[in-house]
């Protein structure tokens, strides 16, 4: 039996109406253009500091004819698999039509996921959380994201630790300021403390030192272990650590 498509629902607290140029926040949501419209895209590791590393945006036509609108990414992000800071044309023929923009923390790209039949219904945006910190491709646990705040350790999974056995699997960062320094990610439990990875983090602020090495090709993670990491000085950084669940 052939299977019916199926659209993906979007549940938008915020509804945004324009018909100029539009910066877009964490804030918008559901944005419904009148014309032509250019918007600006925010960084994508700047949202997973707010928690929302999977943002998604919703654009409609309000235009009882074509609307074009032309999106263009942070300097640090991809749209689909584009180049770096690269803008995207969107022909919005017929009123009421729409697309969803989603943003991917682990890839640090923002996808077209409505209309595509690369991503189904049961994959799209979900509200799941590890620790308080929420996940890329929740369904499947695979990065969450912490700011290192000087010498102070940050619990990547939340006070509790790791909510279950889990493979620790690559880390990667993003220079929050222009202070050189060394970012590490120690392991805690019944074995002690670790020291499973570490990075030098770039002097130029929003630049990615891309997969860190970890102590060995894969670190298991036991259910409770606490999983910090944290600056050797006083220069930080966006770490995005990628993990799986068995």
């Not at 039949?117 to 049961?122: C, E, F, K, Y």
């Not at 944290?230 to 669940?245: E, K, P, R, Y």
Request: charged share 10%.
């Amino acid at each position: 039996m052939l299977g019916q498509f199926q659209t993906p629902s979007f549940n938008a607290r915020n509804e945004t109406t324009t018909s100029t140029a539009l910066t877009l926040t964490k804030s918008h949501d559901l944005v419904t253009v009148t014309g032509a419209v250019t918007m600006t895209l925010p960084s994508i590791a700047a949202l997973a500091q707010d928690g929302i590393g999977d943002k998604a945006y919703k654009i409609v036509n309000g235009n009882s004819s074509t609307a074009t609108v032309t999106i263009t990414a942070n300097s640090l992000d991809k749209i689909n698999d584009g180049s770096s800071a690269g803008a995207s044309s969107v022909y919005l023929y017929d009123v009421d039509d729409y697309v969803i923009l989603q943003a991917n923390l682990a890839a640090l790209k923002w996808e077209y996921v409505y209309p595509s039949p690369r991503i189904s219904v049961n994959d799209y945006v979900k509200d799941d959380t590890i620790g308080g910190v929420k996940t890329v491709m929740s369904k499947f646990y695979s990065a969450v994201a912490a700011l290192t705040t000087g010498t102070t350790a940050v619990n990547v999974f939340g006070s509790g630790g790791a909510p279950c056995a889990l493979t620790l699997t690559s880390i990667m960062g993003i220079a929050a300021d222009t202070v050189a320094s060394t970012q590490i990610m120690l392991r805690s439990g019944a074995g002690g403390t670790t020291n499973i990875a570490e990075f030098a983090k770039s002097t130029t602020a929003g630049a990615v030192t891309g997969d860190a090495s970890l102590t060995s090709t894969l670190v298991a993670v036991t259910s409770g272990d606490t999983v910090t990491v944290q600056s050797v000085s006083t220069g930080n950084a966006l770490c995005l650590i990628s993990f799986t669940v068995p």
